[in-house]
Nanobody, 125 residues
Framework: QVQLAESGGGLVQVGGSLRLSCAASGSIAEMNSLNWYRQVPGKERELVAKLLSSRVTHYLASVEGRFTISRDNGKNTLYLQMNSLKPEDTGVYYC???????????????????WGQGTQVTVSS
C-alpha cells in the first residue's frame, strides 16, 4: 500500500558526494525503522544504514563516518548523504521501511515492509 521511490543516484568520481532521496506515498512518521540497502551483482543485498523511530542510527562499518541517514517527516522523505565515495560503494541502493503494530481482538504482532525500486550509484576510479 505504501510506495517508496528513490532518486539521486548517478555516476561520480572517487571522493565525490551524492545525496539519495526516498519519497514515500504515505506517512513515514509511523514507521519503526527506515533503512538503506545496496546490492552488487552476484552478491547478497546488505544493510547500509538504519534509522529507528527513536532517532538512533546504525551504519555498515565500511560507510560509517562517510554516510549519514536522515528523514524529513513533513516531506515524508528519507535521505542518505554519501561523502568521500569509494569504488566499493558502487551498487543499486534501495530504501526500505518497516512498521510493526499489535492489533486484533486477540493481540497479534503484524509486520509490514516496503521497498523502493532502487537507484544506481556508480563510483569510478
Amino acid at each position: 500500500q505504501v510506495q517508496l521511490a528513490e532518486s539521486g543516484g548517478g555516476l561520480v568520481q572517487v571522493g565525490g558526494s551524492l545525496r539519495l532521496s526516498c519519497a514515500a506515498s504515505g506517512s513515514i512518521a509511523e514507521m519503526n525503522s527506515l533503512n538503506w540497502y545496496r546490492q552488487v551483482p552476484g552478491k547478497e543485498r546488505e544493510l547500509v544504514a538504519k534509522l529507528l523511530s527513536s532517532r538512533v542510527t546504525h551504519y555498515l562499518a565500511s560507510v560509517e563516518g562517510r554516510f549519514t541517514i536522515s528523514r524529513d517527516n513533513g516531506k515524508n522523505t528519507l535521505y542518505l548523504q554519501m561523502n568521500s565515495l569509494k569504488p566499493e560503494d558502487t551498487g543499486v541502493y534501495y530504501c526500505n521501511a518497516v512498521r510493526v503494530v499489535v492489533a486484533g481482538p486477540v493481540p497479534k504482532t503484524l509486520r509490514s515492509e516496503y521497498w523502493g525500486q532502487g537507484t544506481q550509484v556508480t563510483v569510478s576510479s
